[in-house]
């Protein structure tokens, strides 16, 4: 079975200091990976997307970047936080292939408050 | 515009009653999918059902099934026999290919459900 785990489950942080948030997929290899953002209340918004190592596409441009180091792994991160940054930050995956394979699953999420 | 349309941003029922939650979308793709997805107050976000647009099958799974009219864009989850662990925020997404690789997964603004018990 395919597991998601995301890091760190919240964070508190000043305006301005940077950021890292990570995200692990367990049991499935070269899925597609996903960033997706949602502020207090909103709808969620996908931030990002990657179909292999070291490619990563830019949806959104929130003055946030990501990579994928390794197949199992999305880091989302900035050097300097804003404070519209706040908010749930959410990885998903979804099998190769695209039709079919639409289905997105989604981690427990991080949440981000910045003062 | 927006694309994937929830007019209900609440909803409350009590134990053991049926709700239907409607949505409503706007696409120019002929193959597309529908989710419905259920956002827990931990922000685990569950995947409860999938409508593909090619399908015309009464998908169902457990207590989750849908209705779907194509024609008139639009797909309702209907949750029966409503449990107080069924009260969360409910989204309604679709999925496009498009120019992403990858296609692309638009949300809804989501319907809070609070049920009672």
């Known amino acids: 079975a395919q597991t998601i785990h995301q890091w760190p489950v919240a964070e508190i942080k000043a305006v301005g200091s940077p950021l890292s948030l990570g995200c692990t997929i367990k049991?499935?290899?070269?899925?597609?990976l996903y960033w997706y953002w949602q502020a207090t209340g909103g709808t969620l918004q996908q931030l990002f997307y990657?179909?292999?190592?070291?490619?990563v596409e830019s949806v959104v441009q929130l003055n946030l970047s990501a990579s994928r180091p390794k197949d199992d792994q999305f880091i989302l991160s900035t050097e300097k936080l804003l404070l519209s940054h706040s908010g749930f930050y959410l990885c998903?995956?979804?099998?190769?292939?695209?039709?079919?394979?639409?289905?997105?699953?989604f981690g427990p999420g991080t949440r981000l408050t910045v003062l | 515009a927006q694309k994937v349309i929830q007019v209900w941003s609440t909803a409350s029922r009590q134990e053991g009653e049926e709700l239907t939650l409607d949505c409503s979308y706007e696409?120019?793709?002929?193959?597309?999918?529908l989710f419905w997805y259920k956002h827990l107050l931990s922000g685990e976000m569950v995947f409860l059902i999938r409508?593909?647009?090619?399908?015309?099958a009464k998908e169902r799974s457990g207590r989750y099934s849908v209705v779907f009219q194509k024609s008139l864009k639009s797909i309702s989850l209907v949750i029966s026999a409503l449990q107080p662990d069924d009260s969360g925020k409910y989204f309604c997404?679709?999925?496009?290919?498009?120019?992403?690789?990858?296609?692309?997964?638009?949300f809804g603004s989501g319907t809070r459900l609070q049920v009672y018990a």
């Open positions: 049991g499935k290899s070269s899925p597609n």
């Open positions: 696409t120019s793709q002929v193959l597309y999918h």
């Open positions: 990657s179909i292999t190592v070291g490619q």
């Open positions: 409508q593909m647009s090619s399908s015309t």
């Open positions: 997404a679709l999925w496009e290919p498009g120019t992403q690789v990858v296609g692309q997964l638009t």
């Open positions: 998903a995956w979804s099998r190769t292939g695209g039709g079919n394979y639409a289905e997105q699953f």
